[in-house]
């Protein structure tokens, strides 16, 4: 199993510029969450899935999309992205009511 | 809202220290859970414990224990006997939709670091 991946591992976009993270997992998990994380602030979730076909915003949704075509697969989107989404983004997947597997983690540079 | 202190930015302390992290949550719901997660300096997250409100019983597991105390409304950390691998930072965390959906709230971390 390998558990949770997240693709790309790093990535250096201009301000404007649109990309897409990848998240899948081999868990058959219902639940997906995708998490940012920035120095002294933890982890905030941005958008989380409760099941293929399903989203719904976190805390800090704004500038992201995402989608959940497929129950391993969950895509978090920058349309247009912005020096302030420079961040490390987790994605995390989880069966009900238990404990969230992280993948290793998307280094995302804005400039 | 859900919300998650961890007042404790950073501790340093020598090998072979007991060390406590705290943790101290406010929550709405009777019924909820509690995580802590490691994230060591290679960066990925690590699942260290689990515990639901409807059990109090202390946990240890190896040099790990863990003190839930509803009452106070904390959830702290004791490593025992610390050595350099622990050094981390280590996050408390409470699901912010009760026990549905798992939706978690962290602290702001706590960096420990052992020095030999």
């Known amino acids: 199993n390998a558990g949770v991946t997240q693709t790309p591992k790093f990535r250096v976009l201009k301000t404007g510029q649109s990309m897409t993270l990848l998240c899948a997992q081999d868990m058959n998990h219902e639940y997906m969450y995708w998490y940012r994380q920035d120095p002294g602030m933890g982890l905030r979730l941005i958008h989380y899935?409760?099941?293929?076909?399903?989203?719904a915003k976190g805390e800090v949704p704004d500038g992201y999309n995402v989608s959940r075509l497929k129950k391993q697969n969950f895509l978090l989107g920058l349309e247009s992205a912005a020096p302030s989404q420079t961040s490390v983004y987790f994605c995390?997947?989880?069966?009900?009511?238990?404990?969230?597997?992280f993948g290793p983690g998307t280094r995302l540079t804005v400039l | 809202a859900q919300k998650v202190t961890q007042a404790q930015t950073e501790i340093s302390v020598v090998e072979k220290e007991d060390v406590t992290l705290d943790c101290v949550y406010e929550?709405?719901?009777?019924?909820?859970?509690l995580f802590w997660y490691k994230q060591p300096p290679s960066g990925e997250l690590v699942f260290l414990i689990r515990?639901?409100?409807?059990?109090?019983q202390n946990e240890i597991s190896g040099r790990y224990s863990w003190n839930f105390q509803k009452s106070t409304s904390s959830f702290n950390f004791t490593i025992t006997a610390s050595q350099v691998v622990d050094s981390a930072v280590y996050f408390c965390?409470?699901?912010?939709?009760?026990?549905?959906?798992?939706?978690?709230?962290f602290g702001q971390g706590t960096i420990l670091t052992v020095h030999p």
């Open positions: 995390a997947s989880s069966p009900y009511y238990n404990e969230q597997f």
């Open positions: 899935s409760v099941g293929e076909g399903t989203t």
């Open positions: 929550t709405r719901d009777t019924t909820y859970y």
């Open positions: 515990r639901n409100s409807f059990d109090e």
């Open positions: 965390a409470h699901p912010s939709g009760g026990t549905s959906y798992g939706k978690l709230t």
